[in-house]
């Protein structure tokens, strides 16, 4: 299984990105997805999710700022960053599970994860 996660960027305050992921190895439609971020000096946490039935879930800080999107025909899942801060800062990675309900929603335990795509938002 390849998670292989890109797009990220410098980009300056306000501004927007598109991070993209290519799933292989795995049946893509199956598995539920989702976006975890490491800022510097601090530990990865949970972004945003999608299930396999499309049901979308978010932190509470990034919602109605970011919108996760998966499409099954090309087995990748989108993560659109927009308003973007100086405190997104951080590498994004992309993840994912068969096993994410969606009733905890930050309680998503990935059994694969991606490589990371770093987003740099100056000031």
């Known amino acids: 299984v390849q998670l292989q996660a890109y797009g990220g960027g410098l980009v300056q305050a306000g501004g927007s990105l598109r991070l993209s992921c290519a799933a292989s190895g795995l049946t893509f439609s199956l598995y539920n997805m989702a976006w975890f971020r490491q800022a510097p000096g601090k530990e990865r946490e949970f972004v945003a999710a999608i299930r396999r039935t499309d049901d979308t879930y978010y932190v509470d800080s990034v919602k109605g700022q970011f919108t996760i999107s998966r499409d099954n025909a090309k087995n990748t899942v989108y993560l659109q960053l927009n308003s973007l801060k100086p405190e997104d800062t951080a590498v994004y990675y992309c993840?994912?599970?068969?096993?994410?309900?969606?009733?905890?929603?930050?309680?998503?335990?990935?059994?694969?994860w991606g490589q990371g795509t770093l987003v740099t938002v100056s000031s």
């Open positions: 993840a994912a599970t068969k096993y994410y309900s969606g009733y905890q929603v930050t309680d998503f335990s990935p059994a694969y």
